[in-house]
């Protein structure tokens, strides 16, 4: 869409705001009708996950909700959810009633997939408007001539948002509401930017009740929000003075807070079943990697151990290895055999100790602003990424999408990007495994990756290659990075035809999936490092817009 307005020079015929307005609404509506037409496709079991969650709040008293295990799939969101699962239940009544039964375990009538999967293409509305409210906070009208850019700039982001690889087959092919959480995430990211950080808190806080996983980033708001409204730069040199603490903030937003969580767990409160919120929220004996590992300091931590294993083995220091260690599908408790056990509180001291850095300098720099508190957003989603307790592999989205957003700030960012959200989004693909989804998921990800690519080199202004350089590369990355990026295709080669050629293939199940883990692992870990480099190691000197 944005090429061809490009070339036709349609956007310079027509002006106006309900015109600039159309675009956005032609190009969600385009990609809702992409997700209506992946209705039919493969479902996880996150779907049978949900359905019960609408029968157990529709059907159960509240006392009940944390308690009832007739299912295996538990409810493990934050009470808000639960009741944001009340509210579909009394839609989804009218579909087909009996979806709604606590005992109807795995039932998926036509009307009900047809009702849960419209209720994410409508609950997405609140990420356009979230990605839309991004786009005006970072891009407002300039009077310079910048404006120009600056609706490029807007337009690119949205789509990058709205038409996210990762979204789209996670939310409407594996089944769950990320588009619809993200969108308050963006709606509070914009607000900060807007200089309304009482919404900012109010939505973040709101988040957290949604969906726990985003106290990840919850570092980042406490420090920005204390340092950057409570606590103002008193000199240039970012000079702290208690003298001109804002008290009379500080209370309000913690007033703002405190009542978001009083209406989210006040009734548990009163009920005496605080506890078991708490245990389904944080479940620690779920092991230190998920069935899949996702691609981070763990996957290559597992690896060791296992080939250290396997090699011990054959050279008779240790007993046979089971079977199911570590690679069975299994989602528990283990014991790694040749490295040292991780425990829950060694991976959290090193994810709090990885975000100190980024923490820190958001503190001493209060100058750099809201940016600098989106970035340090990203720090803190790649530190609990990287080194956390049992993160899934979807949560590589809590990084792709806030750092979409300072992709179209600075091209060192954009390079950080493109690197991330190739390799991460390919992280992905292990989710939808039947044959079906190959060619969908192929083509998806190329249409994504290739406009990411496309459209942040047309706005940085750069060619396609380097001359100077003696090795041809992507754009915005080294020539090592594109070889990397080029190399997963390899990768997904190697799990779709070569590995069933190998000898023993059917007694090593497990390796196309820890090949996949460790070779993302690996672009995860090098843009991570890549980020400290600009960011922390070097004062990152280009300008915004560069």
């Not at 997405?124 to 408007?129: I, N, P, S």
């Not at 779920?286 to 899949?292: E, M, S």
């Not at 294993?309 to 690679?327: F, S």
């Not at 283990?334 to 991780?342: A, K, R």
Request: aromatic share 16%.
């Amino acid at each position: 869409v944005q090429i061809g307005i490009r070339s036709l020079g349609v956007a310079e015929a027509i002006t106006g705001f309900w015109a600039i307005m159309a675009k956005y609404w032609f190009l969600f509506s385009a990609v809702t009708a992409i997700k209506m037409l992946l209705i039919p496709t493969y479902r996880s079991t996150d779907f049978e996950v949900h359905r019960n969650w609408l029968a157990v709040t529709h059907s159960l008293p509240v006392s009940q909700w944390y308690r009832d295990t007739t299912s295996e799939w538990t409810l493990d969101y934050p009470p808000l959810f639960a009741w944001f699962e009340f509210a579909l239940s009394q839609l989804a009544r009218v579909f087909d009633p009996e979806m709604l039964k606590v005992s109807n375990l795995n039932y998926s009538s036509e009307m009900t997939v047809i009702f849960q999967r419209m209720s994410v293409i409508l609950a997405d509305v609140m990420l356009f408007y979230g990605a839309k409210q991004c786009c005006y906070a970072l891009f407002r009208g300039s009077k310079k001539k910048k404006s120009e850019d600056h609706s490029e700039r807007s337009f690119t982001l949205f789509f990058l948002l709205v038409g996210n690889f990762g979204l789209l087959i996670v939310d409407h092919i594996h089944f769950q509401y990320n588009g619809f959480l993200f969108g308050i995430l963006l709606l509070s990211i914009a607000r900060l930017f807007q200089g309304r950080n009482y919404e900012g808190a109010f939505w973040f806080a709101v988040l957290l009740n949604m969906k726990h996983i985003y106290l990840y980033i919850a570092p980042a708001y406490f420090v920005y929000l204390l340092r950057n409204f409570c606590l103002p730069q008193t000199s240039r040199g970012g000079g702290v003075s208690l003298q001109n603490f804002r008290f009379g903030r500080f209370l309000s937003l913690g007033a703002i807070v405190a009542m978001v969580f009083c209406v989210s767990f006040g009734p548990f409160v009163v009920m005496g079943q605080l506890g078991d919120v708490m245990a389904r929220l944080f479940p620690f004996k779920r092991g230190l990697t998920h069935a899949y590992w996702a691609p981070n300091i763990w996957a290559l931590y597992n690896t060791v151990d296992k080939t250290a294993g396997v090699v011990a083995n054959k050279l008779g220091l240790i007993a046979p290895l089971g079977a199911g260690v570590m690679t069975g599908g299994l989602v528990g408790d283990v014991e790694h055999t040749v490295l040292p056990s991780v425990s829950p509180p060694v991976t959290v001291i090193i994810t709090a100790v990885s975000m100190l850095p980024a923490l820190w300098s958001l503190w001493r720099r209060p100058q750099g602003g809201a940016v600098a508190f989106l970035r340090t957003v990203v720090f803190c989603a790649y530190s609990s990424f990287i080194f956390g307790w049992h993160v899934h592999e979807k949560a590589i989205l809590l990084i792709i999408l806030p750092m979409t957003l300072l992709a179209l700030l600075n091209s060192n960012d954009a390079s950080v990007f493109l690197l991330i959200s190739t390799c991460g989004h390919y992280s992905l693909f292990p989710l939808l495994f039947t044959k079906f989804e190959i060619p969908i998921k192929i083509l998806f990800m190329l249409i994504y990756t290739v406009y990411a690519f496309d459209s942040l080199s047309y706005l940085y202004r750069l060619k396609k290659y380097d001359k100077d350089s003696i090795y041809p590369s992507l754009p915005l990355l080294s020539p090592m990075q594109s070889v990397y990026v080029v190399g997963l295709g390899v990768v997904e080669l190697y799990r779709l035809v070569i590995h069933s050629y190998l000898p023993y293939s059917e007694h090593l199940q497990f390796l196309p999936l820890m090949f996949t883990s460790v070779y993302c692992a690996l672009g995860v870990l090098s843009s991570w490092l890549l980020l400290c480099k600009q960011n922390l190691l070097v004062r990152n000197t280009r300008n915004k817009y560069d």
